[in-house]
């Protein structure tokens, strides 16, 4: 089946610094969504990503949809605690999503 | 606005032993999914429902795995008989007719299997 390669595998910044993720598939994707997860809920959708080559940003989150249809970014600026999460990404291809095994991010005061 | 419902939030069973979860999407959501999550993985699709009929359950191993949404509504997911490997949190989501990106998710079901 299709995967999703997301790296890196966790991170641990102090806070109020700057970290970015990635996606990679070796398919292509007609929508990149980015989500987040806390302990014992569900996902959260972040942002969603519609066309090669879109940047969206929400308040300190960016995320760009790559030009190749096969990867993606998110950009988070100016950490803060409740940034504490596991984040995924996800592509959308007929109707079916696919996610990421996602980036476990841990800020340090 | 309520949102995804699903219990119960922890269960725990022998393995050969049968389980069944519920869901109750957001109001007005025709579209419920069931996504299996296991520890260190992202959510995996196991079926998806369009009000109460099947769209896509591609991915759901029907040998053990049977899901219904029977009045459009609430839905059910059983395992039987379960497996170890069938340890995982089990998700509910629902969205909107012709929304697939606005999957709002509940707080999910865990599922150990001994």
């Known amino acids: 089946g299709q995967q999703l390669n997301q790296s890196p595998q966790s991170m641990f910044i102090q806070e109020g610094e700057d970290v970015s993720m990635n996606c990679t598939s070796s398919?292509?994707?007609?929508?990149w969504l980015w989500y987040k997860q806390d302990p014992g809920e569900g996902p959260v959708l972040l942002i969603a990503?519609?066309?090669?080559?879109e940047l969206t940003s929400n308040g300190r989150l960016t995320a760009q949809f790559g030009i190749t249809r096969k990867d993606s970014f998110l950009n988070i600026s100016a950490s803060i605690p409740s940034d504490v999460g596991i984040y995924f990404c996800?592509?959308?291809?007929?109707?079916?999503?696919?996610f990421g095994s996602g980036t476990q991010l841990t800020v340090l005061p | 606005e309520a949102g995804v419902a699903q219990s119960p939030r922890y269960k725990i069973i022998e393995k050969r032993q049968s389980v069944a979860f519920w869901c109750n999407p957001i109001s007005g959501h025709a579209t419920l999914y069931w996504y299996q999550q296991i520890l260190g993985q992202g959510p995996k699709l196991l079926i998806q429902f369009q009000n109460n009929g099947v769209v896509d359950d591609s991915q759901l191993p029907k040998d053990r795995f049977s899901a219904e949404r029977l009045k459009g509504v609430d839905s059910t997911l059983k395992i039987q008989p379960a497996k170890l490997e069938d340890s995982a949190v089990y998700l509910c989501a629902s969205s909107l007719e012709n929304d697939l990106y606005e999957q709002y998710f509940g707080p999910g079901t865990r599922l150990t299997v001994t």
């Open positions: 990503l519609y066309k090669a080559g």
């Open positions: 398919s292509i994707f007609n929508t």
């Open positions: 996800a592509g959308l291809k007929k109707r079916q999503l696919t």
